[in-house]
């Protein structure tokens, strides 16, 4: 009987990241210029995203206002962080520019299965920027 409940929780488990995992906004993208990539993914009931691949590897955050992060690289950070999800919108998050040391407030808009709509803004989405990230296949 034990054993039928560890098998029952590994499996509810297995399910229940599975079904997050399955959200269509999941996966990669290459911003418009085709400089960068970024995968997201979910931590939690969030959305998250790492700028896993950019052209020069060794680029470094050198925009960024804290001194003490300006010598990391900008591969593999997460530019991305905390969106919630509401329809085919996700909000409530920020953006991490590396070009500019600059972070955000943030939505993004799934348009059809492969177009994504990322808005960032200052205060109001109205005064803000778009640009369309494609996914990767």
């Excluded at 700028?51 to 680029?59: A, P, S």
């Excluded at 500019?100 to 960032?120: F, P, Q, V």
């Excluded at 803004?121 to 990230?133: F, V």
Aim: aromatic content about 8%; hydrophobic content about 30%; some cysteine.
């Amino acid at each position: 009987m034990k054993h039928l409940a560890i098998i029952l929780c590994a499996l509810l488990a297995s399910i229940a990241l599975h079904g997050q995992n399955n959200d269509p906004i999941v996966g990669k993208w290459q911003n418009p210029s085709g400089e960068g990539r970024i995968e997201i993914f979910t931590k939690g009931d969030k959305f998250f995203g790492t700028l896993y691949w950019i052209e020069d590897t060794n680029k470094k955050d050198t925009k960024n206002p804290d001194k003490n992060l300006q010598d990391r690289k900008i591969q593999g950070l997460e530019i991305l962080t905390g969106f919630v999800k509401d329809g085919r919108t996700y909000s409530g998050g920020e953006i991490y520019d590396p070009k500019s040391g600059k972070t955000y407030s943030c939505k993004m808009t799934l348009k059809g299965e492969n177009k994504l709509d990322i808005r960032g803004y200052i205060g109001i989405s109205l005064l803000g920027r778009t640009e369309t990230w494609t996914r990767i296949k």
